[in-house]
């Protein structure tokens, strides 16, 4: 079983919805979790990242973390046709020299205009 | 440049033959790490820089991979008698020592034939 698990899609949602994009995690470990937007044969590009259990919200965008379910969301919100791309979660453990993230498989969007 | 910058874009190698992948991270940031992503899959660690000491390498799949960062800038990536296995898209990314979330470039696609 993987460390990170991540719904695999692909999720093909008309513009305007609201997605809701989850990952799940083993090891109580990780303390710091991010998301990141990947287009086709490009890098991934960071969205948003938190150390903290609650919600982060950037525009649109709703980073959810509950550790003591070991779940993270991503939610967008008025999806847009170029929010189509591959969302990753990532997560990190803080400790000494570790900083290595540890992702999940991705989820491929498609946002229809 | 303001980004990780990453060379070549694309490489084919015949099996057997050697290949280096360079990774230019952004200015000022002591984190290096490398990262393999295979078709489909989200990134997976290979080794991580602090300035020029390679302090992680638990992810390399074999002696065949080897990574160096001599002054503590770019780094690079060589791989001997290339497997198709090898085939991927390589990623570097680079982030502030103190910091974990890190920026991709935007990676060098291998093919190995």
């Known amino acids: 079983q993987k460390e990170v698990e991540q719904d695999p899609g692909p999720l093909s949602v008309p513009e305007g919805a609201i997605v809701s994009l989850n990952c799940t995690y083993s090891?109580?470990?990780?303390?710091?979790f991010m998301w990141y937007r990947q287009y086709s044969r490009k890098g991934p590009e960071l969205l948003m990242y938190?150390?903290?259990?609650g919600n982060k919200e950037d525009g649109r965008f709703t980073a959810q973390v509950d550790k003591s379910s070991k779940y993270i969301s991503l939610f967008i919100r008025d999806s847009q046709p170029s929010d189509s791309a591959t969302y990753l979660c990532?997560?990190?453990?803080?400790?000494?020299?570790?900083?290595?993230?540890?992702f999940g498989s991705g989820t491929q969007l498609t946002v229809l205009p | 440049g303001a980004g990780v910058s990453q060379s070549p874009r694309y490489k084919v190698a015949k099996r057997g033959q050697d290949v280096a992948l360079r990774c230019d991270p952004i200015?000022?940031?002591?984190?290096l790490f490398w990262y393999q992503q295979a078709l489909g899959q989200g990134p997976e660690f290979l080794t991580y820089?602090?300035?020029?000491?390679?302090?992680?390498k638990s992810g390399l799949p074999s002696d065949r991979f080897f990574a160096e960062r001599p002054e503590g800038s770019v780094s690079t990536l060589k791989i001997q008698r290339t497997q198709q296995e090898d085939s991927a898209v390589y990623l570097c990314?680079?982030?502030?020592?103190?910091?974990?979330?890190?920026?991709f470039g935007q990676g060098t696609r291998l093919t190995v034939v």
């Open positions: 090891n109580s470990a990780f303390q710091y």
């Open positions: 200015s000022g940031h002591v984190s």
């Open positions: 938190t150390y903290s259990s």
């Open positions: 820089f602090q300035n020029e000491a390679q302090l992680d």
């Open positions: 990532a997560m990190s453990v803080l400790s000494g020299s570790a900083r290595q993230l540890t």
């Open positions: 990314a680079s982030s502030l020592t103190v910091r974990v979330e890190a920026f």
